[in-house]
C-alpha cells in the first residue's frame, strides 16, 4: 500500500518508518529542507531506541523516502496521514493551524479517493474541520479517519508494531476496509482493531493520558502523605498495585511527569470541557499538583543548606523528562535548575541522551560533564532527576571518591532508603518516612 505521513516529528517518523517495516511504500512530507536532506542521507533526527536500524533498513530498501513537497508525497497515496504539532495555547487549547493549513493544501491535490488520517492528537470535531478545508476545494471522493497514537517515548517501536490497541474512528465502511488492511500486519497476536465514531476515537486519546496523568500525580500525593506519616510510598505501591483492578503500572512515586503527551494532553481536554459548559475538577488537581510537584525537593535542598544556596555545586543526574529519551518538553529537571540557579547554586549536569537538546534550550546557564561520575567533582550533593537504568546501580565507592559530601536527593527513589543509611549517605527520596 502507497502510503504519505505528513510531518516528521516523533510520532510521524515513528509511524512511516513501521507501516514501511510492513512492506507499505512510505514517502514522508516536511517542510524543513536541512531536516529532509539529513533522512535521505540516513540521518536519524529523534533519538529512539530500535528506530534507527527499521529507519536505515527502509531507506537501504527503497521502501522509505522523503520530500519537501506535498504534491510529490501524496501523488500515489492511498492513505495520507497528518502527523503535525498541536501545540498548547495560552489557554490551553490545541492550535490546529498546522493541521488545517495542510488540509487546505491538499483539496486541489487530490486526484482520486484517498483516506486522511488524523495521526495528531486533536480536540473532538477536527476530523469535521479538516473535511470542510478538504471539501472546500477538492473534487473527488475522500474519508477522513481518527487513529490516534498510543506511543510511549523510550518504547514507541515496539508499541508501534505490537499494540495493546489500535482505535480507528470513521464514518463509512470503505475507510473501514482500508484501515483494516492497513494495520492487520499489526495485530495478528488477536490485539483488537477498535472501530468506532470518530468523536469518540478523538476524545479516547485524551482520556487515555488524562488517566494515566491522574494515576501518576495519585501517587505522587500518596507519596506527600505518606512522608507526613511516617509510612513508605513503596510498600503502599506494592500493597495496591497487586491489585488487579489498580495494576503496577504508572504507580511510582516521583518528581512529576512531563513530555510533550501528559501536559498538553491534560490542559486540552479541560479546555474542550470549558469549551462544553463542564467543569473537570480533576484534570484542574491533576494539573496544579504535577506543577508543584517538579520542583517538590528544592525546598528540602535549601533546608539541608541552612537556607542559602550560593556558591552550593549540585551536581545533577538527568535532564529528559524519562528515560530512554533526549525529550526535555516540560522536563522537571528543568523548573530544578530554575529555582536552584535562581537561588544561587551552581549546577553540573549529566544525562545520556538530553544534554544537546538542554544546551540549545538554556545554553550555559549550567555545565554540563561528559559522563555521570566526572560530574560528581567537588559537588556539595547529587539530585537525581530522570531514572535512566545507568543510574540504578552506580559504583558507590567511586561516587565517595568524587563527593566526599555523601548528599543525594533522589526524585526518582531508584535506591534502597535503608541501605544507602548503611553506606553512610545522607540520602532524601520520594514519599518514604520510616519505612
Same mark, same amino acid.
Given at each position: 500500500?502507497?502510503?504519505?505521513?505528513?510531518?516528521?516529528?516523533?510520532?510521524?517518523?515513528?509511524?512511516?518508518?513501521?507501516?514501511?517495516?510492513?512492506?507499505?511504500?512510505?514517502?514522508?512530507?516536511?517542510?524543513?529542507?536541512?531536516?529532509?536532506?539529513?533522512?535521505?542521507?540516513?540521518?536519524?533526527?529523534?533519538?529512539?531506541?530500535?528506530?534507527?536500524?527499521?529507519?536505515?533498513?527502509?531507506?537501504?530498501?527503497?521502501?522509505?523516502?522523503?520530500?519537501?513537497?506535498?504534491?510529490?508525497?501524496?501523488?500515489?497515496?492511498?492513505?495520507?496521514?497528518?502527523?503535525?504539532?498541536?501545540?498548547?495555547?495560552?489557554?490551553?487549547?490545541?492550535?490546529?493551524?498546522?493541521?488545517?493549513?495542510?488540509?487546505?493544501?491538499?483539496?486541489?491535490?487530490?486526484?482520486?479517493?484517498?483516506?486522511?488520517?488524523?495521526?495528531?492528537?486533536?480536540?473532538?470535531?477536527?476530523?469535521?474541520?479538516?473535511?470542510?478545508?478538504?471539501?472546500?476545494?477538492?473534487?473527488?471522493?475522500?474519508?477522513?479517519?481518527?487513529?490516534?497514537?498510543?506511543?510511549?517515548?523510550?518504547?514507541?517501536?515496539?508499541?508501534?508494531?505490537?499494540?495493546?490497541?489500535?482505535?480507528?474512528?470513521?464514518?463509512?465502511?470503505?475507510?473501514?476496509?482500508?484501515?483494516?488492511?492497513?494495520?492487520?500486519?499489526?495485530?495478528?497476536?488477536?490485539?483488537?482493531?477498535?472501530?468506532?465514531?470518530?468523536?469518540? @476515537?478523538?476524545? =479516547?486519546? #485524551?482520556?487515555?493520558?488524562?488517566?494515566?496523568?491522574? *494515576? !501518576? /500525580?495519585?501517587?505522587?500525593? $500518596? %507519596?506527600?502523605?505518606?512522608?507526613?506519616?511516617?509510612?513508605?510510598?513503596?510498600?503502599?505501591?506494592?500493597?495496591?498495585?497487586?491489585?488487579?483492578?489498580?495494576?503496577?503500572?504508572?504507580?511510582?512515586?516521583?518528581?512529576?511527569?512531563?513530555?510533550?503527551?501528559?501536559?498538553?494532553?491534560?490542559?486540552?481536554?479541560?479546555?474542550?470541557?470549558?469549551?462544553?459548559?463542564?467543569?473537570?475538577?480533576?484534570?484542574?488537581?491533576?494539573?496544579?499538583?504535577?506543577?508543584?510537584?517538579?520542583?517538590?525537593?528544592?525546598?528540602?535542598?535549601?533546608?539541608?543548606?541552612?537556607?542559602?544556596?550560593?556558591?552550593?555545586?549540585?551536581?545533577?543526574?538527568?535532564?529528559?523528562?524519562?528515560?530512554?529519551?533526549?525529550?526535555?518538553?516540560?522536563?522537571?529537571?528543568?523548573?530544578?535548575?530554575?529555582?536552584?540557579?535562581?537561588?544561587? @547554586?551552581?549546577? =553540573?549536569? #549529566?544525562?545520556?541522551?538530553?544534554?544537546?537538546?538542554? *544546551? !540549545? /534550550?538554556?545554553?550555559?546557564? $549550567? %555545565?554540563?560533564?561528559?559522563?555521570?561520575?566526572?560530574?560528581?567533582?567537588?559537588?556539595?550533593?547529587?539530585?537525581?532527576?530522570?531514572?535512566?537504568?545507568?543510574?540504578?546501580?552506580?559504583?558507590?565507592?567511586?561516587?565517595?571518591?568524587?563527593?566526599?559530601?555523601?548528599?543525594?536527593?533522589?526524585?526518582?527513589?531508584?535506591?534502597?532508603?535503608?541501605?544507602?543509611?548503611?553506606?553512610?549517605?545522607?540520602?532524601?527520596?520520594?514519599?518514604?518516612?520510616?519505612?
Amino acid at each position: 500500500m502507497k502510503i504519505a505521513v505528513v510531518g516528521t516529528g516523533y510520532v510521524g517518523l515513528v509511524t512511516g518508518t513501521c507501516f514501511a517495516e510492513t512492506g507499505n511504500d512510505v514517502i514522508c512530507v516536511d517542510i524543513d529542507k536541512a531536516k529532509v536532506e539529513k533522512m535521505r542521507n540516513g540521518v536519524i533526527p529523534i533519538y529512539e531506541p530500535g528506530l534507527e536500524v527499521l529507519f536505515e533498513r527502509n531507506i537501504k530498501q527503497g521502501r522509505l523516502q522523503f520530500t519537501t513537497s506535498l504534491e510529490e508525497g501524496i501523488k500515489d497515496a492511498k492513505i495520507i496521514f497528518l502527523a503535525l504539532p498541536t501545540p498548547p495555547g495560552e489557554d490551553g487549547s490545541a492550535d490546529l493551524k498546522y493541521i488545517l493549513g495542510v488540509a487546505k493544501d491538499l483539496g486541489p491535490l487530490l486526484k482520486k479517493y484517498t483516506v486522511i488520517v488524523d495521526k495528531s492528537t486533536v480536540p473532538v470535531g477536527t476530523a469535521d474541520l479538516v473535511k470542510a478545508e478538504i471539501s472546500a476545494n477538492c473534487s473527488v471522493d475522500f474519508d477522513v479517519v481518527s487513529n490516534p497514537e498510543f506511543l510511549r517515548e523510550g518504547a514507541a517501536v515496539n508499541d508501534f508494531l505490537k499494540p495493546d490497541r489500535v482505535v480507528i474512528g470513521r464514518e463509512t465502511e470503505v475507510a473501514e476496509k482500508v484501515m483494516g488492511e492497513l494495520y492487520a500486519p499489526f495485530v495478528r497476536q488477536g490485539h483488537p482493531i477498535i472501530f468506532m465514531d470518530i468523536k469518540s @476515537a478523538e476524545l =479516547t486519546k #485524551y482520556a487515555a493520558n488524562a488517566f494515566l496523568a491522574t *494515576k !501518576i /500525580t495519585f501517587m505522587n500525593e $500518596i %507519596a506527600n502523605l505518606a512522608e507526613k506519616v511516617g509510612a513508605d510510598v513503596e510498600n503502599v505501591r506494592k500493597g495496591i498495585g497487586t491489585d488487579s483492578r489498580i495494576g503496577m503500572r504508572f504507580l511510582f512515586a516521583g518528581i512529576g511527569y512531563g513530555g510533550s503527551c501528559f501536559p498538553k494532553d491534560v490542559m486540552a481536554l479541560s479546555k474542550i470541557s470549558e469549551d462544553n459548559d463542564y467543569d473537570f475538577k480533576i484534570l484542574n488537581a491533576v494539573t496544579e499538583v504535577n506543577h508543584s510537584q517538579k520542583t517538590k525537593l528544592f525546598p528540602t535542598i535549601l533546608n539541608h543548606f541552612g537556607g542559602n544556596l550560593k556558591g552550593k555545586k549540585i551536581a545533577m543526574w538527568g535532564l529528559a523528562f524519562k528515560p530512554n529519551t533526549d525529550d526535555i518538553r516540560e522536563a522537571p529537571a528543568l523548573y530544578m535548575i530554575d529555582k536552584l540557579v535562581e537561588a544561587g @547554586a551552581i549546577i =553540573t549536569a #549529566y544525562d545520556p541522551e538530553g544534554m544537546p537538546n538542554i *544546551k !540549545i /534550550t538554556i545554553g550555559d546557564k $549550567i %555545565a554540563y560533564a561528559k559522563n555521570m561520575y566526572d560530574v560528581l567533582e567537588g559537588a556539595d550533593a547529587l539530585l537525581i532527576v530522570t531514572e535512566w537504568s545507568v543510574f540504578r546501580t552506580p559504583d558507590f565507592n567511586k561516587i565517595v571518591s568524587k563527593m566526599p559530601s555523601k548528599v543525594i536527593f533522589d526524585g526518582r527513589n531508584l535506591y534502597d532508603a535503608d541501605k544507602m543509611t548503611e553506606k553512610g549517605f545522607d540520602y532524601t527520596c520520594i514519599g518514604r518516612g520510616n519505612g
